[in-house]
């Protein structure tokens, strides 16, 4: 069987068509984009309508369409694209997420930045792994999604896959004090985060989202500002390094807490490159105390 015959078997299968009239231009040319077929999961309260890889030269966007048909708005939805060459093998898979918010009932057009460019002469899919919801979080186990998925393009019986739901807890402002202090502790006993703050021991927190007490930490001076106090400290200083606690994710059990570092400076001519950089923290809480699981740094544009 010739590679376009598979690629068209296969869509068939999967209920697109994408006819490829040649294979004879590069595998992924940047500006180029590339279908990727939805793979709908039974009991997940969100589906995928359509999706396209816009390439760029090391990456590509996912442009996808997705139908909220949940009783609830969805604040969050985690996916992950199979890339899968001519004979039907999954190559490598890419993760995204998107924070677009999905009232109940409605289609929304989104994207996501997916890692590297999809292939033009292959085939890629694209499934919903994760949901968060008013009310919860449906989730389905990955490495059961993958065998699937590998059944699906190896044209065996379909496998049916388990959607799990797990209700949001409830986090009080007592909650939100605990791991604020447990990430800044974090922050300031980490060499390579405080490396970014220009005095570990002083700290200064924006005003903005702050809907809680924040609780004194040892050895740490907190400074709540505002925008216009912030701007008077920098134009005293000539720089400030500060941080925005950005509002609490809830997901399940879980709670994503984000810590963004900014920096003020003085209004003084001259080129300013704004330093932009953020920590999510995960953190669950067990027999009573919140801990950190995990936490991802990253600078933003």
Request: proline content about 4%.
């Amino acid at each position: 069987m010739t590679l376009p015959i598979v690629i068209i078997a296969l869509q068939l299968m999967l209920g697109t068509v994408h006819l490829i009239a040649s294979t004879d231009y590069p595998t992924h040319p940047q500006g180029l984009k590339a279908t990727v077929i939805p793979f709908n999961l039974a009991g997940m309260p969100l589906t995928i309508n359509n999706a396209v890889a816009a390439n760029r030269s090391t990456d590509a966007w996912l442009e996808f369409s997705t139908t909220n048909v949940s009783q609830g708005q969805i604040a969050g939805t985690y996916l992950r694209v199979f890339v899968v060459d001519g004979s039907g093998k999954i190559i490598t898979t890419e993760d995204g997420f998107s924070g677009d918010k999905i009232d109940a009932g409605t289609t929304l057009q989104s994207r996501v930045r997916i890692g590297e460019p999809i292939e033009q002469n292959g085939l890629s899919i694209v499934a919903v792994t994760k949901v968060v919801g008013q009310s919860g979080v449906w989730e389905t186990d990955l490495s059961e999604l993958e065998k699937a998925v590998r059944a699906r393009v190896s044209h065996k019986p379909d496998i049916a896959l388990k959607v799990g739901f797990e209700p949001n807890r409830e986090v009080t402002d007592a909650d939100r004090g605990e791991i604020f202090k447990l990430i800044i502790e974090d922050i300031i006993n980490d060499d390579d985060k405080a490396a970014k703050l220009k005095d570990r021991s002083n700290l200064i927190v924006l005003r903005e989202d702050l809907h809680f007490a924040l609780p004194e930490i040892e050895n740490i001076k907190l400074t709540i500002l505002d925008q216009d106090e912030l701007q008077k400290a920098a134009d005293n200083k000539g720089r400030v390094v500060y941080l925005i606690l950005r509002p609490f994710v809830v997901e399940g059990s879980h709670v994503l807490a984000r810590i963004s570092f900014r920096d003020g400076v003085a209004r003084r001519p001259g080129i300013y490159v704004p330093f932009k950089y953020t920590y999510l923290f995960t953190c669950a809480k067990k027999d009573g105390r919140w801990s950190v699981e995990k936490s991802l740094g990253y600078a933003e544009s």
